[in-house]
Nanobody, 133 residues
Framework: DVQLQASGGGVVQPGGSLRLSCAAS??????????IGWFRQAPGKEREGVSC????????YYADSVKGRFTISSDNAKNTVYLQMNSLQPEDTAVYYC????????????????????????WGQGTQVTVSS
């Protein structure tokens, strides 16, 4: 039974940092080249893809809005994917979700497709990130 557990959200001031975690269970991240994506949804807005990683080869892709500020990484020994978020701004406030896909074989090659929600079959619950002074 595939499950994803997102955690690490909180309240932070503008310019601050947070690290989100997505712990996977019921499958092994790098065994079948699962891709893990991070998405976010702010009140009144559509869900937005933020970043994606293929754990088997480390291939990554980022939305332009977070490029240079966010870093996605994978600890295959812990079956966990992280999203390090630096230089956070109020517009980063949202509920953040992680999701898993076997259809995305290379985040780098597939590019923007790797940030499209319909390509993901498994979703975790969200974790709230609030950036406010």
């Amino acid at each position: 039974d595939v499950q994803l557990q997102a955690s690490g959200g909180g309240v932070v001031q503008p310019g601050g940092s947070l690290r989100l975690s997505c712990a996977a269970s019921g499958f092994i991240l790098d065994k079948y080249n699962y891709a893990i994506g991070w998405f976010r949804q702010a009140p009144g807005k559509e869900r937005e893809g933020v970043s994606c990683i293929n754990s088997s080869d480390g291939s990554t892709y980022y939305a332009d809005s977070v490029k240079g500020r966010f870093t996605i990484s994978s600890d295959n020994a812990k079956n966990t994917v992280y999203l390090q978020m630096n230089s956070l701004q109020p517009e980063d406030t949202a509920v953040y979700y992680c999701a898993a896909s076997r259809r995305i074989t290379s985040a780098r090659s597939m590019g923007i497709i790797s940030l499209l929600a319909p390509w993901y079959a498994y979703w975790g619950q969200g974790t709230q990130v609030t950036v406010s002074s």
